[in-house]
């Protein structure tokens, strides 16, 4: 089964400083990668995935993450924080249901990262 | 842009009620879905659809049922509220993926916070 795993529930980091929160997978076949983000009281928000292609995929706000096959692994990056994007953020992978006459996509939630900007 | 709305942002309702939950989206979405969200688990897929009148369980679909009777609108209902169903409920929708411009990306209602006492 696809599984991803957030290695660390918080992530605390200084305002203009890089942020890296942490994802790995694991899947059979071809990774399809998504991350999230959650703001308090809100649904979640598409940030970005990787399909295929370039290792480096760019997303709203700014983030940015980086797919490594060699390690199993699709952080999510931003080059300088903001405090406005303190939040919970959810990595997530798909696999594919072959239903009654239909097919769909699932995706797989790893538990979330809170992260933390402080001015 | 997708607009997924739902019912309610706060709910609360005593042991034994009856809990409707109602989703509804504007993009045509074929795929609507319904998690549950709980600290430090993440979100687990409760039940979802395909089509109108179609359904799947997913994870944790006991104490759980589901409507479909129109492709915009997706209901959960909660045949007789536990306080372990206390929770945040969040409804998605997707394209299928046979569809052309298809990403299997899913948007997201904005969520019901539901407390059962």
């Known amino acids: 089964a696809q599984s991803v795993a957030q290695p660390e529930d918080q992530v605390n980091v200084a305002e203009g400083n890089p942020l890296t929160v942490k994802c790995t997978y694991s899947?059979?076949?071809?990774?399809?990668l998504f991350w999230y983000v959650q703001y308090p009281n809100r649904g979640l928000q598409f940030l970005l995935k990787?399909?295929?292609?370039?290792?480096l995929v760019k997303g709203s706000y700014g983030f940015e993450a980086e797919f490594n096959k060699s390690q199993t692994s699709f952080h999510l990056k931003k080059p300088s924080a903001l405090v406005s994007d303190s939040a919970l953020y959810f990595c997530?992978?798909?696999?594919?249901?072959?239903?009654?006459?239909?097919?769909?996509?699932?995706?797989?939630f790893g538990r979330g990262t809170q992260l933390t900007v402080w001015p | 842009d997708v607009k997924v709305t739902q019912s309610s942002r706060y709910l609360v309702k005593r042991t034994g009620e009856k809990v409707f939950l109602e989703c509804v989206q504007d993009?045509?979405?074929?795929?609507m879905f319904w998690y549950r969200q709980d600290p430090g688990l993440g979100l687990r897929l409760i039940y979802f659809s395909y089509d109108v009148k179609m359904k799947e369980k997913g994870d944790i679909p006991e104490g759980y049922s589901v409507s479909r009777e129109k492709k915009e609108r997706f209901s959960l209902i909660l045949e007789s509220a536990s306080t372990n169903q206390t929770s945040m409920y969040l409804c998605a929708s997707s394209l299928v993926l046979w569809r052309g411009t298809s990403t299997d990306t899913q948007y997201f209602g904005p969520g019901t916070r539901l407390t059962v006492l």
């Open positions: 993009m045509d979405h074929e795929n």
């Open positions: 990787y399909i295929t292609g370039d290792n």
């Open positions: 997530a992978v798909r696999d594919i249901l072959r239903g009654r006459g239909s097919t769909l996509g699932r995706l797989y």
């Open positions: 899947v059979s076949g071809n990774p399809y």
